[in-house]
């Protein structure tokens, strides 16, 4: 290699020299030429390049951090392709090939992502996915669908719990019904798109007498919701986990300006609810949901399975635990 000013050929030389890297001091050693007559030097670029990935790899290996290699097969895993991964997260096609291919690092918010969703896979994806539905990144038909693709349950964590709580066989406490998060968003959309905004104990109220009136017409309950015989009536067993749920899957939202009132958030349900589903829910609003929280809790204190439950224990479902008051048959 000859100098471009003078023509002379030029000397490699071995520089050695400290850098800010992550919060720390690192060494950097990489090659220069230098021409004896001028004395100018030039960077050897591909050493320098060497040298920041030399810095790069011990920095990962010390830090666990996945290689581009572990991405890929991460992604590969889940039977994902570049562009349907950078839908779920936010990014473009682009960046996920650069990660692939050693060409581009993981900022430290991706690092998280890839760590606490991606590479583990199964229920802790499930959850990066139900993100990516209440971002609007993806449709909740294309989270189902993933989902199935990747033999993953569409049970998340949560639905776990609420099932470990509400019983996942049908049983006289759930009303012969199992818990389905799908169908509970569905049908509980269906009540806030009439009521908007109401307090959070017209709710409760109003999703037991769903489920009583489903259970005296059909045998049945809908939600397959276990209530429990509180001082102001029937509410649903562990409801604050219940409402949790509803706000995460982008069903409702706490009011920011009334304590304890929830918003509707015009979602989308993902399940269509029963034609017979859908005439007990419109015949309990006709019926119960003009009334105040205060008033169905009155109402709900002269029910035969309230006064025959013990206070905090769980109500056993049966054919006269209220009494009906939607004129109604539902085959």
């Not at 090939?97 to 583990?120: A, D, M």
Request: aromatic share 8%; with cysteine; proline share 3%.
């Amino acid at each position: 290699m000859k100098c471009p000013k003078c023509g002379r050929e030029l000397y490699k030389k071995q520089i050695r020299e400290k850098q800010s890297f992550k919060g720390r001091e690192v060494e950097l050693s990489y090659n220069v030429f230098v021409c004896p007559q001028c004395e100018d030097s030039f960077v050897d670029s591909a050493s320098l390049e060497q040298a920041w990935k030399k810095v790069w790899d011990d920095y990962e290996k010390e830090n666990h951090i996945p290689s581009p290699e572990t991405l890929r097969e991460a992604r590969m895993k889940l039977k994902l392709t570049a562009e349907e991964l950078s839908k779920i997260i936010g990014r473009t096609k682009s960046l996920i090939s650069k990660l692939e291919n050693g060409s581009r690092r993981l900022s430290e918010s991706l690092l998280k992502i890839y760590e606490n969703h991606i590479i583990p896979g199964g229920d802790d994806f499930a959850q990066l996915l139900d993100k990516a539905v209440l971002d609007g990144r993806i449709a909740m038909e294309e989270r189902n669908q993933f989902l199935e693709r990747m033999g993953i349950s569409n049970r998340t964590l949560l639905d776990q719990e609420i099932l470990s709580e509400h019983g996942d066989l049908p049983s006289v406490l759930n009303g012969y019904t199992v818990f389905d998060g799908e169908k509970l968003c569905a049908c509980v959309a269906k009540i806030m798109a009439v009521q908007k905004s109401l307090d959070m104990m017209k709710l409760l109220k109003l999703m037991f007498y769903v489920d009583a009136e489903s259970f005296v017409k059909t045998g049945k309950s809908i939600f397959g919701l276990r209530y429990k015989a509180n001082i102001y009536g029937p509410t649903p067993y562990n409801y604050d986990i219940i409402l949790g749920y509803l706000k995460k899957k982008g069903v409702i939202s706490d009011n920011q300006d009334k304590e304890h009132f929830l918003d509707y958030r015009e979602y989308k349900p993902a399940k269509v609810i029963s034609k017979g589903e859908s005439l007990i829910i419109d015949s309990v609003l006709k019926t119960y949901g003009k009334l105040s929280s205060r008033k169905l809790s009155e109402l709900t204190h002269d029910e035969k399975c309230w006064k025959e439950t013990e206070r905090g224990k769980i109500i056993r479902f049966n054919k006269n635990m209220i009494q009906s008051r939607i004129p109604i048959k539902v085959l």
